[in-house]
């Protein structure tokens, strides 16, 4: 038997060319650019070409977490503490032998349970960052781990050096767990445009601010904040801002028996506003300036935050709604709805096109007074949710309007979620059916408890309700 010694194919050689190879060598620095800088490093082992180019990478990353260690948690060994400062000198030498006089990001991802007990690290941590603002960065992220405590303690936590506070080259900042926010000299932050906190320890009212005064064209602040730092009232003041999202919630662990969870007053001044949404657990009141610009907002509220204000005067969803009146899509939950049912509040929405609601037995009167006061809507959906205590066992909560609302002969577009067939949700479908004359798709979602055979049946009671639009498609799935 002949064995055959023919050369491979032209596909086969063509597939084996070394194409990484020929690539120059700052698209080579580039690609290195998006991996972590102690997997950069790694690379100076497969030749001697890459043995420099790590040097030239536009972004570095060090994650303290990524190192093979054993035991994350126990500080106090000898072992593990010659394992972090491994990790320190690894940084150190990093940022003396880089060659590149500009970086586009600095990411540095600390555990702050670990390291932040001996305040050489702090001051570790500080000089890296002061040789980021040497070198003109441009992102700046500092992320700790808050996994297993939520704690305002000092000297878990550090301040960021005064240079960051005034680094002109600054776009992107990202500051997370470990963080202490406290300006205390100048801040001028000419370029920056996006800021994003996350369960930083602020100070002080002053504090935030302060940072946001000297943020000349911030554009998007994104405040993820518990009740564990010292504020009293969040002030959001700025002139440029167009995209803010704020985050609220309670203590999650106690460090103190005795402290009672306070709540806190929102105050925002941001007439360039084009996107809000607020997600809040602790504030008690809100007070917002005339937002003109405004096109989206997105309101979730807490079971906390419903049951603390009933019996109140909800000033803080009052001033919400009469200065968000110029916008164009608007979402609110169910504690919201909740929320405006007890307000009695008929703010007028004379540009909204696109509403999205999470609603209930015994909460469509929030619907109908939205309907009422949104003349221009076009787009309507709807995630019906149940409530299963005995206050919402009833199947008549639905009053029809005594007048039709002025949005139905507008409305293009509507989609339901969560349909189980009672009849208040009936009623519902079937008196927006036989009012929406433009109405051209009606998508409803059935509930996951049904069964196909219940599905087919109210699919049937649907179809049978009289249509206003000749051109209405009803799609139940």
Known sequence: MSISTSKSTPQLQESAVDRLSNLPDTILSHILSFLPTENAFATTILSSRYKFL??????????????????LYMYDSDTNTGRF???????????????????????????????????????????????????????????????????????????????AYTCKSLEVMHLSGVVILDPYGLVCLPNLRTLRLEDVLIISDESLKKLLSGCLSLK???????????VVTLTVRSPTLEHLTITIYGRELNYDDTHEEECIKLELDVPALKYLCIHDKMVNDISVEDMPSLVEVKIRLSLQFFEKQLGCNWSGIDNIFRSIGSMKLLSLDEFTMMALSHSG???????????????????????????????????????????????HQHETCWTKPKKMAACLSCLKEMSVEGFSGRDDELA??????????????????ASSSLNLRKNHKLLQKVSKFRRASTMCEVIFR
Request: aromatic share 12%.
């Open 345 to 391: 509040l008929s703010p007028k929405l004379e540009r909204l096109a696109n509403l999205t609601l999470t609603v209930g037995c015994c909460k469509w009167s929030s619907l109908q007074g939205l309907l009422e006061v949104s003349d221009s809507l076009e787009y309507l959906a709807l995630n019906i949710v149940l409530y299963f205590d005995d206050e």
């Open 85 to 163: 400062m491994e990790f320190v000198h690894f940084v150190n030498r990093t940022l003396l032998l880089h060659d590149n006089i500009c970086i586009d990001k600095f990411s540095l991802d600390i555990l702050e349970r670990n390291v932040l007990y001996d305040y050489n690290t702090r001051e570790f941590i500080a000089s890296w960052i002061s040789a980021s603002v040497a070198r003109n960065v441009k992102d700046l992220v500092i992320a700790g781990r808050q996994k297993m405590y939520r704690t305002r303690i000092d000297f878990l936590r550090f301040e960021l050096p005064s240079c």
């Open 428 to 445: 519902m479908l079937g008196y927006i059916l036989q009012n929406a004359s433009l109405l051209e798709t009606m998508k409803i979602t």
């Open 220 to 230: 998007t602040l994104y405040i993820l904040r518990g009740c564990n730092d010292r």
């Open 54 to 71: 790590w040097k030239n990478t536009s972004n570095l990353s060090f994650c303290y977490t990524q190192y093979p260690y054993d035991d």
